[in-house]
């Protein structure tokens, strides 16, 4: 059974760096093919594609978010890290993981979210 | 970042059948067969109802189907069920690693 869960801070600071683990199980992110993505969903608002990190350790990123986001694999082997730098209250936002497989760009498992709140 | 556009919302008594679009363009819906459409209950992950277009995972009842014509793709529930009462999104893939996915904008079905 393959599962995702997101953790982190519930309230962050504006220019604060956000950083949140998504601890998942039931999958390699070492069998090629498989890629740990992350989606953001304002309140209200519709879901954002946010970056991604494949089996290769290859990361990428939407355009507009790059020069403050980071994908990286955790210490432990089954967790996949994001960093967002200099956050403002315009991230407020329900984060998500999920899973996908490049042959078929199916994101086939989610985590149920965790909502950052960006506020002073 | 423009989503695909969906009907806000979208209702049926129980038995009946809903149907749900979910509008792109030839970049994305229209180019590619990779559409996928999810439902999520309140605080629950996304789950995976159809994918390719008209595609059901293992254990999804197939009282939900898929389609696509043109630039915009549809979810039909049939039979619908108090258990069908959920938010309902689709994705399309743009086949760009600069944006991979493109998310639909959210339909909130009622069962009456």
Known sequence: QVTLRESGPALVKPTQTL???????????????MCVTWIRQPPGKALEWL????????????????T???????SSENQVVLTMTNMDHVD?????CARFDYSDYVIDQWGQGTLVTVSS | QSALTQPPSASGSPGQSVTISCTGTSSDVGQ???????????????????????????????RFSGSKSGNTASLTVSGLQAEDEAEYFCVSSTGSNRRPFVFGSGTNVTVL
């Not at chain 1, 949140?20 to 093919?33: E, I, N, R, W």
């Not at chain 2, 439902?39 to 995972?57: F, M, T, Y």
């Open chain 1, 19 to 33: 950083t949140l683990t998504c601890t998942f199980s039931g999958f390699s992110l070492t069998s090629a093919g």
């Open chain 1, 68 to 74: 403050r986001l980071s994908i990286s694999k955790g």
């Open chain 1, 51 to 66: 970056g991604y990190i494949d089996w290769d350790d290859a990361k990428h990123y939407t355009p507009s978010l790059k």
């Open chain 1, 92 to 96: 407020t936002a329900t984060y998500y």
């Open chain 2, 32 to 62: 590619y067969n990779f559409v996928s459409w999810y439902q999520q209950h309140p605080g629950k992950a996304p789950k995976l109802i159809i994918s390719e277009v008209n595609k059901r995972p293992s254990g999804v009842p197939d």
